[in-house]
């Protein structure tokens, strides 16, 4: 049995900026992190001799088929497909927080799958390897509108900054920060749920055409990386860093109407009114998670402020995707 555990992520700046349509005319980049919150895979060899299917496939629901035209979960059937494995398989899915909440999810599950698939095989595979492969399966197989940071973020792990400048040319590096100024931003932010979930590739596609139309918001968005890289590197203005946050999400929300609404930008406006520097809905917008930066003497009124929704603690610079039992 392999069991495979896969990082979920937050983005911090840059959002928008890593994808091609974008970034292989003008660069992008994107500074966020792996969170302690996972997908697991866990994928065993199946005797289908004994029973009437040849795989099984547990998620939020179980499908059990016998052949692979059968499967109704698309991400899962075309990586099978792709991997030549037709049965005798059997896979099981768990994740700690919901899907379609703006954290990589989706990507998480192309990455890990890919991974523990492999593993199975007595086959490595490269991080860089990994996350190539997973941008491929989402965009050239599935036709996902999707940017290429998630994938890349569940492969690696890490606190980076990521820098796009073709389809497979991209650089992680890793943020030099010390531990004590890593966990002093980390205590200073807040993710709370908004409750509501939603689908991704929608908005992303209304953002990717009318590109031509959002280039400065996006040049803009793609400058603030490199200045919250100087906030983090220094040590020294850590609340500076909770502003870019705030500049951040006002020119998000002029990428596309679908990013906010009046519900989201309530919650927000509550939230700078409470203590909050600056802050953003995570991923493509419309619901999931919001997060914010907020000065740990700020959080006693901040947190009474949103007592009646749910706050999810999350730990920065978690591992990229391994192999945790084989």
Known sequence: MIIVQTPLRVSFLGGGTDFPEFFCENGGAVLGSSIDKYIYHTISQFPSWLFDHNIRFSYRKVEQVKSLDEIEHVPFREILKKHGLTKDIEVNLASDLPSFTGLGSSSSFTVG??????????????????????????????????????????????????????????????????????????????????????????????????????????????????????????????DGFGKLLH???????????????????????????????????????????????????????????FERLHEVKIKLNAQGSAVIHS
């Open 113 to 238: 799958l890919i991974k523990g698939l492999l593993a199975q095989k007595g086959e490595f595979i490269s991080q860089k390897e990994l996350a190539v492969a997973s941008i491929k399966m989402e965009r050239e197989t599935l036709g996902e509108s999707v940017g290429l940071q998630d994938q890349i973020f569940a492969a690696y792990g890490g606190l980076n900054v990521i820098r796009f400048n073709g389809l497979n040319d991209f650089h992680v590096e890793r943020l030099q920060v010390s531990q004590e100024v890593r966990e002093q931003f980390n205590n200073n932010l807040i993710m709370i749920f908004t409750g509501k979930t939603r689908r991704a590739n929608e908005i992303e596609k209304t953002k990717i055409r009318n590109i031509k139309n959002i280039h400065t918001q996006l040049k803009q968005i793609h400058s603030l990386v490199d200045e919250g890289l100087s906030c983090l590197n220094m040590g020294k203005d850590l």
């Open 247 to 305: 500049e951040n999400w006002v020119l998000k929300k002029t990428l596309s109407s679908s990013v906010s609404d009046d519900y989201i930008d309530d919650m927000y406006r509550l939230g700078l009114n409470n203590g909050a520097l600056g802050g953003k809905i995570l991923g493509a917008g419309g619901g999931g998670f919001l997060l914010f930066y907020v000065p740990l003497e700020k959080q006693p009124v901040f947190r009474k402020a």
